[in-house]
């Protein structure tokens, strides 16, 4: 089945630590797209990528940092400079053009 | 710059009525998608409808309807016949598709709760 698969679901990490959030999709989408929600808030665009090798940054990119080496990986990649992580992170790939987004179910990640 | 905005943070609607979220947008591309996400509390995001910025007619799928009103930059999402389970978050996206920017912009949500 396709789709796109984030691991883990839930992440906790200490205070200064880098973590990498893994994003996979097999629906041979050309655009990924990670996203921020903090609770009872809207997403908040981090990274986007249109091509391998390529990306650019979203509204809140500072602390963050993304990778786009195969079509079907997008990996995030939450540093000690970000000052709050603690939050709830959304993937999303799409064929470009105009069609609706696909996300995977998302990881959790908690900063202790 | 791309921007949505949903003014209505909540919503509470008897059941079996109809609810009209709105979404207003603002983009200076010609060519752009509109699309309308319910998130339960589960937190997967689940895709609901799309309007096309040169579509005429206005988007339906099954009980959900997008009041498209190009000329007011307006997008809003209106469900028939309000059912418990429609009890949820709904963002409004935009997507604008000029060559080299694909970008997908989300409102800050609307949380709607279906009364019995």
């Known amino acids: 089945d396709g789709g796109i698969t984030q691991s883990p679901k839930y992440l906790f990490r200490k205070e200064g630590q880098n973590v990498t959030l893994s994003c996979e999709q097999n629906?041979?989408?050309?655009?990924m797209y990670w996203y921020r929600q903090d609770p009872g808030q809207g997403l908040r665009l981090i990274y986007y990528?249109?091509?391998?090798?390529?990306?650019q940054k979203g509204d809140i990119a500072e602390g963050y940092s993304v990778s786009r080496e195969k079509k079907e990986s997008f990996p995030l990649t939450v540093t000690s400079a970000q000052k709050n992580p603690t939050a709830f992170y959304l993937c999303?790939?799409?064929?470009?053009?105009?069609?609706?987004?696909?996300f995977g179910q998302g990881t959790r990640l908690t900063v202790v | 710059a791309q921007k949505i905005t949903q003014t209505q943070p909540g919503m509470f609607v008897q059941e079996k009525e109809a609810v009209t979220l709105d979404c207003t947008y603002d983009?200076?591309?010609?060519?752009?998608?509109l699309f309308w996400y319910k998130q339960p509390s589960s937190g997967e995001m689940i895709f609901l409808i799309y309007?096309?910025?040169?579509?005429?007619q206005n988007a339906t799928e099954g009980r959900y309807s997008l009041n498209f009103q190009k000329a007011r930059k307006s997008a809003n999402l209106v469900i028939s016949a309000s059912q418990l389970g429609d009890s949820a978050m709904y963002f409004c996206?935009?997507?604008?598709?000029?060559?080299?920017?694909?970008?997908?912009?989300f409102g800050t949500g609307t949380r709607l709760t279906i009364i019995p």
């Open positions: 999303a790939s799409t064929p470009l053009g105009n069609t609706e987004a696909f």
């Open positions: 629906l041979n989408h050309d655009a």
């Open positions: 983009t200076s591309d010609q060519s752009y998608g």
């Open positions: 990528s249109q091509i391998v090798n390529d990306f």
């Open positions: 309007q096309g910025s040169y579509d005429e």
């Open positions: 996206a935009m997507r604008e598709l000029s060559f080299g920017n694909e970008k997908l912009t």
